[in-house]
């Protein structure tokens, strides 16, 4: 039976269109990642996204490996879209990394993209996904193969949408071209990795899909947990910590202890000044970008949503707290 949520939900979000399409995603949107079905069990993930929907959070970011063992998250997050209004939520999925062993088993092939989104359908009993990413460029299957398998997902039914995740911005503009060309589904979204700390998207990534009118969804928008408040401030950034095993290692390894005291503490003050914490500022600091959809956010706690949620009560930066923020990382 699907449960009673708060009726004033869709009055707290902030809902921005993505890209050329007539999709309207949540600024803040909520990611299942190791969390769900990984770290945390199906209590917590239910009590979670209850509160993201009342929130206004409609979109929930899946993918076939996420969770422990791969694919739990889709089997504990499945169970819980069962009680919630399916035609009010966008659920996405994922394919792209190692599923099950031989060599159809990862990467972009025809035959492992079908066969990943009918597992995932199978894992969290939906009829089909609103959303179906590439979750990683595949540099030995040719991009008409992998695109196009996309494109059949959505002539089954099995997805509205498609996306890429983590291309280059010549990869991108490579299956952008072959879409054009072979007249494919076109690609409504993008999710790469940004935040204050890395920035690369926007030299290499952002001008191609501010030019193709493709919407951006960041992921990791706390850098992994460094920008999530004051548990890194003292610079000592432990080795078995998120930040040093995740997609921040790379910036961690390049930074000192010192070094990385100054910026945190740097930024906290900024956040501070503007009335934010150092998770909100990063919040509203990646949505700051004209083609930037949604952050992709992980919450172990309601409490932790809500935090985010109240970033959007301040997403306007002054130019002098742009120069600030460029000063301290190094942009």
């Given at each position: 039976?699907?449960?009673?949520?708060?009726?004033?939900?869709?009055?707290?979000?902030?809902?921005?269109?993505?890209?050329?399409?007539?999709?309207?995603?949540?600024?803040?949107?909520?990611?299942?990642?190791?969390?769900?079905?990984?770290?945390?069990?199906?209590?917590?993930?239910?009590?979670?996204?209850?509160?993201?929907?009342?929130?206004?959070?409609?979109?929930?970011?899946?993918?076939?490996?996420?969770?422990?063992?791969?694919?739990?998250?889709?089997?504990?997050?499945?169970?819980?879209?069962?009680?919630?209004?399916?035609?009010?939520?966008?659920?996405?999925?994922?394919?792209?990394?190692?599923?099950?062993?031989?060599?159809?088993?990862?990467?972009g092939s025809r035959k492992y993209i079908i066969a990943s989104c009918d597992q995932s359908l199978r894992?969290?009993?939906?009829?089909?996904?609103?959303?179906f990413y590439s979750h990683r460029f595949d540099p030995n299957t040719p991009l008409e193969e992998t695109m196009g398998a996309l494109d059949t997902l959505v002539k089954q039914g099995k997805a509205l949408y498609i996306g890429v995740s983590s291309?280059?911005?010549?990869?991108?503009?490579?299956?952008?071209?072959?879409?054009?060309?072979?007249?494919?589904a076109p690609i409504l979204i993008h999710q790469p990795y940004y935040n204050m700390l890395g920035r690369t998207i926007e030299a290499d990534l952002l001008p191609h899909t501010d030019r193709a009118g493709v919407g951006v969804i960041a992921f990791c928008p706390l850098a992994s947990g460094l920008l999530s408040g004051s548990k890194y401030l003292d610079g000592a950034v432990p080795a078995d910590s998120r930040p040093a095993r995740e997609w921040a290692s790379a910036w961690v390894a390049s930074k000192s202890p010192a070094e990385t005291k100054r910026i945190l503490t740097g930024l906290n003050t900024i956040a501070h000044d503007r009335g934010q914490s150092l998770a909100q500022m990063a919040v509203a600091w990646v949505l700051r970008h004209k083609g930037m959809v949604s952050a992709v956010m992980g919450a172990s706690r309601p409490e932790q949503i809500e935090q985010n949620v109240a970033a959007l009560a301040k997403l306007d930066f002054t130019a002098d707290e742009l120069a600030r923020i460029d000063a301290l990382t190094g942009a």
């Open positions: 039976m699907t449960r009673s949520f708060a009726k004033d939900r869709y009055d707290r979000m902030h809902y921005r269109r993505c890209g050329k399409s007539g999709l309207l995603l949540p600024a803040v949107s909520l990611g299942a990642w190791e969390t769900y079905g990984g770290t945390r069990d199906g209590d917590v993930a239910r009590e979670c996204m209850f509160r993201a929907f009342d929130l206004g959070i409609t979109h929930f970011d899946l993918a076939n490996n996420y969770g422990t063992p791969a694919g739990n998250a889709e089997v504990v997050c499945g169970k819980i879209l069962k009680d919630m209004p399916r035609d009010e939520v966008i659920v996405s999925s994922k394919a792209g990394y190692r599923m099950w062993p031989g060599p159809y088993g990862e990467w894992r969290t009993g939906l009829e089909y996904f609103d959303i291309y280059t911005g010549v990869q991108f503009e490579a299956a952008q071209q072959v879409v054009l060309r072979e007249h494919l």
